[in-house]
């Protein structure tokens, strides 16, 4: 594993926001959702494209908060531009948890 200093992980934007929408997206190469994002008044909406299909389905996945990374570069994924990246743990088979708060706050929180 390599090692980064306290200044690198500083300039990672890692935010809580609450998902408001969740739609399945067919033009992925694997199983995805398209995710729509509050991450509060100061940052607004983002979307994201994540493969969490296998422990999640689209409806449950509204209101729920989640962690994500916010200043990494767009990323085209088929016809769908994704601007920021859900953090969860990964297990076998891709088989993904995802990250969150155990108590709700407020969307825009930077975890540090």
Known sequence: MAEI???????????VGTIV??????????PAYKLTIDFGKEI???????????RYTSEELAGRQIVAVLNFPE???????????????????NDVVLLSTDQRVENGLRIG
């Open 75 to 93: 990323k085209q994924i088929a016809n769908f531009m994704s601007q920021c990246l859900v953090l969860g743990a990964v297990g076998d088979n």
């Open 44 to 54: 607004g909406q983002r979307k994201s494209s994540a493969q969490i299909t296998r």
């Open 5 to 15: 200093n306290w200044e690198d992980f500083e300039k990672v934007e890692i935010r």
């Open 21 to 30: 929408k969740a739609e399945n997206f067919p033009e992925a190469k694997h």
